[in-house]
């Protein structure tokens, strides 16, 4: 039996874990070997306002015991985002040596790239997730007097940068792709930027001579995605990078709400995270109009890495079978359905299927 913990979290992100857990029900319904066993923790900003904090003093040796997390969002008004992000997210991040964070950036059939018609993008991003410039050395002195001063460091490990890149490369490598692209500003960044082009070209000339790699400065990458999206197959990049590439890299196969992501720890010694890359967004809460198939791609993420690759298919399949059909769509991608109506319809999609 696999267990899995799940974390709803604020906002949308309760909505939408609605969602995936019908679809991991009708899973188990279709297929009754798919053993899983589901808790879910009410940690969030709710409870954070009851208690004081955001999880409990032993949340991590309780997810510890867990095969998986899937989790919704965080972020609410009432508490600040560097204690949500600092509080919650991080600290998962980094004990759990979730140094992957994997992102796919691929067109769905049935949703028209913002950028073209019939653009066909499929490309990964790999972004560091335990280090770089997500890092909470520094500091913020002489407040209120005229030499006030915040210093934010970059952490950048020889052991961060061998690990991501490594990561990147098997997948290249298991997946048949030719080409490897590094996301940079050494040009600029000359102290960390640099250590990272070193070492990037040297783990890909050692375990993947055979790929082509490709350093590109951050600012014309930007320019790139939107420019020739279709060229890219793999990107590596830094955690602040990564970060920001993978929300454009949502906005240009439709958006927000159909990103999936997971935080790995491929070594398996830690339960691994998987998660919508959009946030709680305040600004539809409450509503029932998220998108909910960016959580439901991240459990069939999650799926996959549980050693369950038929039903992580099954689940992507549904999925763009709905869009294809297109009765069923959220605002955010130009219809009028609900969050249940578009889970329902997923559901619906793998019944139908069986
Ligand atoms: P956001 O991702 O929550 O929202 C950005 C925009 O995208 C909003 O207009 C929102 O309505 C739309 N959107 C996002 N997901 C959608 C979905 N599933 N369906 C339809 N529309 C969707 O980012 P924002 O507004 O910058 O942050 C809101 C809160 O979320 C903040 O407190 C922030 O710290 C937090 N956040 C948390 C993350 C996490 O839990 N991993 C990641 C990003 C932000
Ligand atoms: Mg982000």
């Known amino acids: 039996m696999v ?13 939408v874990m609605t969602e995936a857990l019908k679809v991991l029900a009708q899973l188990q319904r279709d297929d009754p070997s798919l053993q899983i066993d589901t808790t879910i923790f009410p940690w969030s900003s709710d409870y954070y306002v009851q208690h004081g904090f955001m999880m409990p003093q032993d949340a991590l040796a309780t997810l510890r015991n867990y095969d998986a997390i899937l989790f919704g969002a965080i972020g609410d008004a009432r508490v600040p ?25 691929k067109s769905l059939q049935g949703i028209v790239s913002p950028l073209a018609k019939n653009m066909d993008i499929d490309f990964v991003i790999f972004r560091e997730n335990t280090e770089g410039e997500y890092s909470n050395s520094g500091g913020h002195i002489y407040q209120n007097q005229p030499q006030e001063m915040a210093i934010q460091n970059t952490i950048m490990t020889r052991l961060g940068i061998e690990k991501i890149v490594q990561a990147a490369c098997n997948y290249a490598n298991q997946y048949g792709k030719s080409k490897i692209t590094s996301a940079t500003k050494s040009n600029a ?12 070209k040297q783990i890909v000339a050692r ?18 995605f939107v420019e020739r999206p279709q060229d890219f197959e793999v990107i590596v990049a830094s955690n602040l990078f990564g970060d ?27 339960p691994s995270m998987f998660e919508p890359v959009h946030g709680s967004a305040p600004d539809i809460a409450g509503k029932g109009i998220a998108n909910p198939i960016a959580q439901i791609w991240s459990l069939a993420l999650l799926l996959g890495h549980i050693g369950r690759p038929d039903a992580e298919k099954r689940v992507v399949w549904a999925i763009e079978a709905v869009l294809q059909a297109g009765a069923v769509k959220t605002a955010d991608i130009g219809g009028e359905a609900s969050t249940s109506q578009m889970g329902d319809a997923i559901c619906q999609a793998l019944a139908n299927s069986k």
Not at 189 to 200: P, V
Not at 245 to 270: C, R
């Open 81 to 105: 985002d560097d204690v949500t992000v600092w509080e919650f997210i991080m600290p998962i991040r980094k004990q759990f040596q979730q140094y992957v964070n994997f992102r796919p950036v």
């Open 244 to 270: 920001i590439l993978s929300d454009l890299g949502s906005a240009i196969v439709g958006g927000l709400g159909l990103s999936p992501s997971a935080n790995i720890n491929p070594e398996k010694e830690y």
């Open 189 to 200: 960044i000359i102290h960390s930027m640099k250590f990272w082009d070193e070492h990037t």
């Open 3 to 15: 267990k899995i913990a799940v974390i709803p979290g604020d906002g949308i992100g309760k909505e």
């Open 207 to 224: 375990t993947a001579p055979t790929l082509t790699l490709e350093s590109i400065y951050i600012d014309a990458l930007v320019a790139y």
